[in-house]
């Protein structure tokens, strides 16, 4: 991807990205891609609130992320970081596939 084509999402509110899964936002969000500014609003299907996560008898508490993992959990959109990082810690098959059903 060249540097002009970077897609960047942001909070329309404080113009925070919302690139990682630490990230919150009210639904309103800013997409700019390759200069060309979108805005999406969606408050009940993309509002994310900050959440501390628990570990659950289902998850792998030790999973070794490869460098590529890292960087899509670092720098994607919440929405698509947070179900792939869930996905990449569930140990049931079933709840995997819909984990990235999601992300898809």
Excluded at 20 to 40: A, E, H
């Amino acid at each position: 991807m060249s540097q002009g084509s970077n897609i960047v999402f942001s909070n329309v509110s404080d113009t925070l990205n919302i690139h990682g899964i630490d990230k919150t936002s009210d639904g309103l969000i800013t997409v700019n891609f390759d200069s060309t500014v979108f805005q999406i609003t969606a408050p009940k299907q993309l509002s994310i609130q900050s959440v501390i996560e628990n570990s659950t008898d289902n998850s792998i508490t030790n999973t070794n992320l490869d460098n590529d993992d890292n960087s899509i959990i670092k720098t994607y959109p919440y929405f698509l970081a947070h179900p792939y990082k869930r996905a990449l810690e569930e140990n049931d098959a079933f709840k995997r596939l819909h984990l990235l059903k999601e992300c898809f």
